[in-house]
């Protein structure tokens, strides 16, 4: 035993300082700034010359590298992949530019590509990034695994040609990644040795998804067995155990609130609350 595990919960080993994905590529982090700045300005905040700017050299740099491999959201320990989150935020990032740019606040000079490769994305995802056998989208282009990240697609509203592929992936994830109320961040290698608890996030984002496509009872019933998963002072931890519901990792964990609060308002929204 590390002498200092004496001292910390359960033989907690310390921190360790650094942070291996400090050197990955992640490029599903493109979406995320692009739809930030787009619900910014859509509440009436101001973009300046030179954020517009700025934002449209990040959309240029996503039509030059979303066909490169990536980390992922998850920062994977294997090799880089073609992860289909990563590319459904790729074209995140370019529809919300394109947008941004129709309501004045990018420049437009570059739209005609931004289009182009908006639908290139989507030409990629739609023929290599679907499985016929799962009738799902799948977790990286060629693969027979999932991931509960695809469920974002949703919540992002990636433009599918047809909508049935998204509801056919939220029950493909409910069924293989599914451990009652809770999910399973992925299926398939990572890199990393060992097992890990369900990830407390992905399980809000299905509910979130499940009131956006018409599943308001399920929605509902997932939330209500959710809530009352959290600790004694009403917070929730990373992960937790499948088997025992108790609270690992990361405690508190904002990115898990933040996804109750988007599933509560979606569920509030869809009942006409």
Known sequence: M????????QGSRP????NDAAAQSQLDIYGDLLQTALVYAEAGG???RETGRRLAEIADLVCRIWREPDSGIWEVRSQPAHFTHSKMMCWVALDRALRLSDAGHLPSSHTPRWRRERLAIREFIERRCWSERLSSYTRQAGSEELDAS???GILFGYDTPDPARLTATVDAIRRDLGRGPLLARYSGDDGLRGAEGAFLCCSFWLAQALAQIGRLDDATELMEQLLPLASDVGLYA???DPHTNELL???PQGLVHLALIHAA?????ASGG
């Open 2 to 9: 590390h002498p200092s595990a004496r001292w910390t919960y």
């Open 265 to 269: 308002v979606s569920i509030s929204k």
């Open 15 to 18: 921190v360790r300082v650094g």
């Open 249 to 251: 990792g990361n405690t």
């Open 46 to 48: 101001r973009l300046d």
């Open 150 to 152: 695809l469920l974002l």
């Open 238 to 240: 990373e992960e937790i």
